[in-house]
């Protein structure tokens, strides 16, 4: 049975109260408890707590990355409650964007997967993107950023996108002026920082709370993980047979999309056609510099990929079962042939049937879970409305089912 | 007196009855599996010790002819053996669950068959730990024979392998394997194929009329010995590929194998590594480190004996990737026989041939970058590109008996207080925090309603009833074991935050 639930995350109620029960200089009083998946520790730290910690990886170098019962890679946790809410607000404001249109929220939506619906996304004063905004869900276990992986940490990829003149074309000057200018920014910055002598916001604090809250985005919850922790009636047996068929050698969907995070963290030449009109993206060929990687870009997870169509970087198919289409339809069936591109060598001919291929939708479909949702505050210190896309009234059960 | 002699003899005879049974079906974990004697092991003591799989300690579910393995691995518990007897079963069997044994019976020489009748992807996957896999004839599956993905503590054997398309027997991504006395053949790409594991033995198999014989790819600490690779394009392979999660190959030893004519036309899929191996090839080793090949007798391999190279001379046609080192760096060659290799060489081959005007292709090629290799007495030997190699310091590798673990690979967490939070924060924490409403009613208004009473809450848990108006009605939980439940109600009552 499916429950309409809504989350009202208690610092939300607690925020609203302050911030009507006080004046607007005083900024409103951070969470003190940890988001959910997270234990306080008496260090005040949030430490991430998962079913997947108890079980060993194998590989000693901690890859994270195999069957059903595996370890995670390595998280980034252990920041505190305060700093992990500061972020969420800041998250949300569009103060962060040079004119305040655009806040992190527009391209990443929490009910949207946080992506954002589009083929590629859409920056400051419409100015079409070149890629497709990824997912943010379980970035925490992450080591390379942006489809092109030219980012190694949360902080570095976020100030791609602030000074990008096309996304939310702030600068670092403009951004520290503007939150030193908004008094409740100043206190809760004080309360997220408070080993600092108090002083002017900085930018490491600004990245360092941004990073915080992302990093509390965990799907791990789904249908799938009670299957993998020791379930077997989690699935029916359609979604069974597709992911027999998913980690099978012939589809070899898991060889790349490798439980439990469902990447493999690598990038991949897969030999997608550019969308009708773009020119062909070189991807990761530009990061590493390297000719041989024209054309790769970095394994998606498919955590809640059922909320986040458009597929591929660059949005090219609109629903799951053109995906697997794709994949099935024969090794660089639209590569151009202009272009000498090292596809994978798990891009085969695998011929799957459009019964299998149901299958691996359904199977996918399972993977599904946000009973972690944050919710996006009400009222930002900026005072600057919140994009109405980031509401999430609209969402579905949030709520892991078992049917 | 003769009817209480005929008793007598009938509860005697009952009596060694119950002691065979026992015997042969006994509960004990020290009573073996039983194996039929067709395939009864001389086991040698520390053999596979510390793998762990295959010890019974449960129940024995008898598969025959008609009836369904998966359904008898749904019914499996950890510890159970499920044995397969002769006739051929159409289907694709999964093992998500921890010690599970798939034992076949071998009946007069009728073996269990797998037949996937080319329609089935693969025939057994497993992902859970201390699986066995013995004794069955697996034949015409599109995918796999036998796929591991994540399984530690695995044993493979005695398995016989035609056709089963991409690979024969592949575990990947574990931990402590036994891969031992399989017989494989028909095999597009690798027959045995490593990936990304640590820890494995590969024993006493034969390999023949496949791709890639066996394949030790992106693993660490294998053992590959007493092999029998003969009639496929490449017999014996460690390979590192590039672009996979796993960045390292190294500390591989082969030794004692038999790798003879080699000479199979490549039939490897069109963009598969193993695709670009010429035929002729009888052991080749691409961008691994630490390997040491030893008392291999290598005969009759028609490009060359042993191949070493870096990626950029193997010609594999991969996108490159910054964090995989391409070279075969510390590369040993201890005593070797070696024979009638180099016949009929590829092109590129050739071309190095000349360069030492020689008419007859190599036992031993390497090409390509790499430091610290060395190899004993290479007189006796035809090789090329061996100038930088010297004289080896270590002459055998008699210390290394296995490279299995004299432990199984256990679970992280064993204590129930730390199952009971990461389950609490892991799931629970998504409705309930510690003193404050989020969807649920909070933990402190929970540890008054059921102080002392962790039952209670692992009963209510697994099937909840509406209780309240103003909270909705709680998912079930019951896709947690009872003792998950359990650790966590008890893990609930005593927070204090």
């Given at each position: 049975m499916r429950i309409q639930l809504f989350i009202t995350v208690v610092c939300v109620v607690v925020t609203l109260e302050v911030v009507l029960r006080s004046a607007p200089a005083n900024g409103p009083a951070l969470c003190n408890t940890c988001p959910p998946g997270f234990e306080l520790t008496d260090a005040n730290l949030c430490k991430l707590r998962s079913?997947?910690?108890?079980?060993?990886?194998?590989?000693?170098?901690?890859?994270?990355?195999?069957?059903?019962?595996t370890a995670l890679p390595a998280v980034r946790d252990g920041f505190t409650p305060q700093q992990i809410d500061l972020g969420r607000y800041l998250f949300f404001?569009?103060?962060?964007s040079g004119d305040g249109t655009?806040?992190?929220?527009?391209?990443?939506?929490p009910a949207k997967g946080f992506s954002d619906g589009l083929k590629t996304s859409v920056g400051l004063h419409n100015t079409k993107l070149k890629r497709a905004a990824p997912s943010?869900?379980?970035?925490?276990?992450?080591?390379k950023f942006f489809w092109d992986a030219r980012a190694t940490s949360l902080e570095e990829q976020m100030t791609g996108p602030l000074y990008s003149a096309d996304e939310m074309g702030t600068t670092r000057e403009q951004l520290l002026k503007t939150l030193n200018g908004i008094a409740p920014y100043r206190d809760m910055f004080e309360e997220a920082f408070p080993?600092?002598?108090?002083g002017a916001i900085r930018l490491d604090e600004i990245y360092t709370a941004i990073t915080a809250f992302e990093s509390s985005?965990?799907?791990?919850?789904?249908r799938y993980d009670q299957y993998a922790h020791g379930?077997?009636?989690?699935?029916n047996k359609a979604e069974i047979e597709g992911l027999n068929i998913f980690r099978s050698f012939v589809a070899?969907?898991?060889?790349?999309?490798?439980?439990?995070?469902?990447?493999?963290?690598q990038v991949a030449v897969i030999g997608l056609a550019p969308p009708e009109g773009s020119a062909f993206d070189p991807g990761a060929q530009e990061t590493?510099?390297?000719?041989?990687?024209?054309g790769a870009f970095k394994v998606p997870?498919?955590?809640?990929?059922?909320?986040?169509?458009?597929?591929t970087h660059a949005g090219r198919f609109d629903s799951l079962r053109e995906m697997m289409t794709f994949y099935s339809?024969?090794?660089?069936?639209?590569?151009?042939?202009?272009e000498k591109l090292h596809i994978h060598?798990?891009?085969?001919?695998?011929?799957?049937t459009d019964y299998e291929m149901d299958r691996l939708v359904d199977f996918v479909k399972?993977?599904?879970?946000?009973?972690f949702m944050p919710r996006a505050p009400e009222t930002v210190p900026s005072g600057l409305a919140i994009?109405?896309?980031?509401?999430?009234?609209?969402?579905?059960?949030?709520s892991p089912t078992t049917h | 007196m003769k009817t209480a002699k005929r008793v007598l003899l009938v509860v005697a005879i009952f009596a060694i009855g119950i002691y065979c049974g026992k015997l042969f079906?006994?509960?004990?974990?020290d009573i073996p599996a039983p194996v039929p004697t067709y395939f009864s092991e001389s086991a040698q003591?520390?053999?596979?010790?510390?793998?762990?799989?295959?010890?019974?300690?449960g129940k024995i579910i008898e598969v025959k002819n008609g009836s369904s393995i998966q359904e008898a691995v749904g019914k499996a518990n950890p510890g159970d053996l499920i044995r397969i007897y002769p006739g051929v079963y159409h289907e694709t069997v999964y093992i998500d669950k921890d010690n599970i044994s798939l034992q076949g019976v071998i009946v007069n020489g009728e073996w269990p068959t797998l037949d996937?009748?080319?329609?089935?992807?693969?025939?057994i996957l497993y992902s859970g730990n201390g699986v066995l896999v013995e004794n069955l004839k697996i034949t015409n599956?599109?995918?796999?024979g036998i796929m591991g993905q994540a399984g530690n503590n695995y044993v493979i054997r005695n398995n016989w392998i035609v056709?089963?398309?991409?690979?024969?027997i592949f575990p990947q991504f574990g931990k402590n394997g036994l891969v031992e006395r399989n017989i494989l053949t028909g095999?597009?790409?690798?027959?045995i194929y490593i990936g990304m594991c640590d820890n494995v033995d590969v024993r006493f198999n034969e390999v023949y009329?496949?791709?890639?014989?066996i394949e030790i790819e992106n693993s660490r600490h294998a053992l590959v010995e007493y092999n029998y690779a003969h009639?496929?394009?490449?017999g014996i392979l460690a390979f590192l590929t590039p672009?996979?999660?796993?960045?390292t190959c190294y500390d591989v030893i082969i030794r004692n194998n038999y790798v003879y004519h080699?000479?199979?036309?490549n039939f490897g899929a069109?963009?598969?590594?193993?695709?670009h191996i010429p035929k002729g090839t009888g052991m080749l080793i691409m961008a691994a480190d630490d390997i040491t090949i030893e008392n291999n007798i290598v005969t009759g391999n028609d490009n060359a004996g042993i191949t070493i190279t870096d990626y950029g001379y193997a010609g594999v046609d991969h996108a490159s990737?910054?964090?995989?080192?391409p070279n075969s760096d510390r590369i040993t060659l201890l005593d070797n026989f070696m024979s009638n290799n180099g016949a009929d060489p590829v092109a590129d081959v050739k071309t190095i041939m000349m360069t030492k005007l020689s008419k007859l292709g190599p036992d031993i090629i390497a090409v390509g970058g790499g430091v610290g290799s060395c190899v004993i007495n290479p007189g006796r030997y035809r090789t090329f590109?061996?100038?930088?190699y010297a004289n080896c310091q270590?002459?055998?590798?008699?210390?290394?008996?296995?490279?299995?673990?004299?432990?199984p690979v256990t679970p992280r967490i064993t204590a129930s207080m730390e199952k009971g939070r990461m389950t609490y924060y892991?799931?629970?924490s998504g409705c309930h925090a510690y003193s404050t409403r989020l969807v649920g009613p909070p933990v402190n208004t929970i540890q008054a309603m059921y102080k002392n009473n962790a039952q209670g809450i692992v009963d209510f848990i697994a099937h909840p009833v509406?209780?309240?108006?103003?909270y909705p009605e709680m998912p079930p939980q019951?896709?947690?074991t009872t003792e998950t439940r359990k650790a966590v109600a008890e893990y609930m009552l005593s927070i204090t935050k």
């Open positions: 079913l997947y910690q108890q079980y060993e990886s194998g590989q000693g170098d901690d890859p994270g990355v195999g069957g059903l019962k404001d569009p103060v962060l655009v806040s992190c929220a527009t391209c990443h939506q943010l869900w379980n970035v925490a276990f992450y080591k080993d600092r002598a108090s985005l965990i799907s791990l919850n789904s379930y077997p009636e989690a699935l070899r969907c898991a060889e790349c999309h490798t439980p439990p995070l469902f990447t493999n963290q590493f510099h390297d000719a041989s990687l024209r997870s498919l955590r809640n990929i059922d909320r986040t169509a458009p597929y339809a024969g090794r660089g069936h639209e590569a151009p042939r202009n060598w798990h891009i085969w001919e695998p011929k799957l399972t993977l599904t879970d946000e009973s994009d109405k896309n980031t509401d999430q009234k609209t969402q579905a059960s949030l | 079906f006994g509960r004990g974990s003591p520390g053999d596979s010790v510390g793998v762990g799989a295959g010890t019974v300690t996937g009748e080319k329609k089935q992807n693969d025939a599956y599109k995918g796999n056709d089963t398309g991409v690979y024969g095999i597009e790409d690798a027959a009329g496949n791709v890639a014989g009639d496929n394009t490449g672009g996979l999660p796993i960045k080699n000479n199979t036309k069109v963009g598969s590594t193993v695709s990737d910054p964090e995989s080192e590109g061996l100038d930088a270590a002459r055998d590798t008699r210390s290394v008996k296995t490279y299995l673990l004299n432990k892991g799931v629970c509406h209780k309240r108006d103003d019951n896709y947690l």
